[in-house]
C-alpha cells in the first residue's frame, strides 16, 4: 500500500519513493561536482547549493567528499530538479557535437598529411575558397623528414586550426 494508510488514505510518498527521489538527488549533486566552476555559475543556483559544490571540489578525503555528496544531495531536494537535467543534457549534446567536429577535423588533418595532394583537392572542392598555398606549405612541413620533429608537430598543429577555421566557416 504504497504512500497510503490502513484506511486508503494517501499519506504523501512511500519510503522507498523518498529513498529513490534522495538517491536520484545525490547523483545529480555528484554530477554537478564534475563541472567546471564557469559552468556552475551559468546554472544559475542556489547559493548554498554553489558553495557546497565548490568545497566538494576541494575535498580529498574519500569519507568527507561522501559526507559533503549527502549534504548536497538535502539541498537537491528543495530544488526543481528538471532545468538543471535540461540545462545538463543540452551541455552533453553540445559536448558530443563539439567532440564529433573535433573527430572530423582530425580525420580531414590525418587525411591531409596521407594522401597529400588527393586529399588536398578534395579539401577545395568542399571550401573553394581556402588557401590552397598555404595548406600545401603546411603539410609539407608536416610531412618533411628534413624538417626537425618539433617544426613538423608545430605544422600539424597548425594545419589542424587551418582545417579547424574551414569548418568553422561552413557553420
Wanted: charged letters at 35%; proline letters at 4%.
Amino acid at each position: 500500500m504504497h504512500g497510503k494508510d490502513e484506511n486508503g488514505e494517501y499519506r504523501g510518498p512511500s519510503k522507498s519513493m523518498r529513498k529513490r527521489d534522495a538517491a536520484a538527488a545525490q547523483d545529480l549533486g555528484t554530477r554537478l561536482i564534475a563541472l567546471k566552476e564557469s559552468e556552475l555559475t551559468a546554472l544559475e543556483l542556489p547559493e548554498t547549493l554553489l558553495d557546497a559544490i565548490l568545497l566538494a571540489k576541494r575535498i580529498t578525503s574519500r569519507g568527507g567528499l561522501a559526507r559533503q555528496r549527502q549534504y548536497i544531495g538535502k539541498l537537491m531536494r528543495d530544488i526543481d530538479p528538471v532545468p538543471i537535467e535540461a540545462a545538463l543534457s543540452a551541455e552533453s549534446r553540445l559536448s558530443t557535437l563539439d567532440a564529433e567536429k573535433h573527430k572530423r577535423i582530425e580525420a580531414w588533418r590525418m587525411r591531409l598529411l596521407t594522401e597529400g595532394p588527393a586529399a588536398l583537392d578534395d579539401l577545395l572542392t568542399w571550401r573553394p575558397g581556402a588557401d590552397r598555398k598555404a595548406l600545401q606549405t603546411l603539410i609539407t612541413k608536416a610531412t618533411s623528414e628534413r624538417i626537425d620533429p618539433g617544426s613538423r608537430e608545430s605544422a600539424s598543429r597548425e594545419l589542424f586550426r587551418s582545417v579547424r577555421s574551414l569548418f568553422d566557416a561552413s557553420s
